[in-house]
C-alpha cells in the first residue's frame, strides 16, 4: 500500500501555560499544506520485522528512533500485527516545525490499519497516535483544526485560508522544540486565537502571532531576512512554521518569491 504524508503549517501558535507533566498548554490552527509530502509504501511480511527503507533527504535517527517504526511497534503490541517493509522516501525537511516526522508516523498507523485489516475507526487511530506524539493525532486526516492541551486535543473547524496561495521556506539550519521552549514565557492573550482568526485578513499579521518567533528571530538572523523577503515579495501574512525553522507566507495571488538563501528550499501550495 502507498500512502503520501504532508506536512502542516500553524497559523497562530499561543503557548498558554506550563503543565505539571512537563509539556505546554497550547492553542492553534493547523492546515495541511500539499505542496511537498513524503511517500511511504508499505507491504506485510511474514517474518515479524520491521524493515525501514529510507531515500531521499538522510533519516536524522537511527531506525529504532524513527517513528515510524515506532508506530508499528505500538501495533505490534496492541494487535500483534506481522512483520513489515516500509519503504520511506523522505522529502519533508527536518528541524522545520512541519511536522514531517509525525506526518509519517500518523500515515503509517492509516497505511498498517488498512494492510492487516483492523478495522480501527478514525478515533481509535488518533488515540494511538496521540502515544506518538502530541501533533500526530492531527495527521491522520490532515484536516484544518484547533490543536489544544498538548496538541492532541483536535477541534474541526474551517479553514480560514482557504483559497490563499502559501509559500514555505526552510533554511539550512534546523530548530531543536527544547530549544523554541527555553526561550518562551508562557502568557494566556486577552482574545482567543478563535477569535483574532475571524478578523480581516489584513489584520492577521498584527493579531496573530506564533509564541516562539520572538525569542529565535533574535538568535537566527535568517529568520529575519527570510520574513522580511516574503513580505516583500507581496505576502499579506507572514510567520514561522511551529517551532521552526521554516517560515511562510501567504498570498492572494499567485505568489513570486525569490530565496534569499542558495539553499533554502522553497515550496509553494495552494491551500
Known amino acids: 500500500m502507498i500512502v503520501t504524508a504532508h506536512p502542516k503549517i500553524n497559523l497562530g501558535l499561543d503557548i498558554l501555560s506550563r503543565r505539571e507533566d512537563g509539556y ?32 531521499g533527504i538522510t533519516l536524522d535517527c537511527s531506525s529504532d528512533r524513527n517513528l515510524v517504526v515506532k508506530a508499528w511497534m505500538l501495533l505490534r503490541s496492541r494487535y500483534g500485527i506481522g512483520g513489515a517493509h516500509i519503504r520511506l522516501d523522505k522529502q519533508i525537511p527536518f528541524g522545520a516545525g512541519l511536522g ?10 492509516v497505511a498498517l490499519n488498512e494492510v ?8 481509535e487511530l488518533e488515540s494511538l497516535a496521540a502515544e506518538l506524539g502530541s501533533d500526530v493525532p492531527f495527521f491522520i486526516t490532515s484536516q484544518p483544526m484547533f490543536c489544544r492541551g498538548r496538541g492532541e486535543i483536535l477541534c474541526p473547524t474551517t479553514n480560514p485560508a482557504e483559497g490563499l496561495w502559501c509559500v514555505v521556506s526552510k533554511p539550512s539550519f534546523g530548530i531543536p522544540t527544547a530549544e523554541a521552549y527555553a526561550g518562551v514565557t508562557p502568557h494566556i ?23 516562539f518567533e520572538a525569542s529565535l528571530f533574535e538568535r537566527h538572523l535568517p529568520l529575519k531576512n527570510i520574513r522580511r523577503a516574503l513580505m516583500l515579495s507581496g505576502a ?3 510567520s514561522m512554521s511551529g517551532s521552526g525553522s521554516a517560515m511562510y507566507g ?3 495571488h499567485e505568489p513570486h518569491y525569490s530565496p534569499v538563501f542558495t539553499d533554502e528550499r522553497v515550496f509553494v501550495a495552494k491551500l
Open 189 to 211: 492573550p486577552s482574545t482567543p486565537l478563535e477569535e483574532r482568526l475571524r478578523l480581516p485578513r489584513e489584520e492577521w499579521q498584527r493579531e496573530i502571532v506564533n509564541d
Open 236 to 238: 499579506l501574512y507572514v
Open 116 to 123: 492487516y485489516s483492523l478495522g480501527l475507526t478514525t478515533a
Open 24 to 55: 505546554h498548554e497550547i492553542d492553534t490552527l493547523m492546515l495541511p499544506f500539499r505542496g511537498v509530502g513524503d511517500t511511504l509504501e508499505v507491504v506485510p511480511t511474514i517474518d515479524g520485522a520491521i524493515h525501514l527503507e529510507a531515500e
Open 250 to 252: 501567504l498570498y492572494d
Open 100 to 109: 514531517g516526522g509525525s506526518a509519517d508516523a500518523a500515515m503509517t498507523l
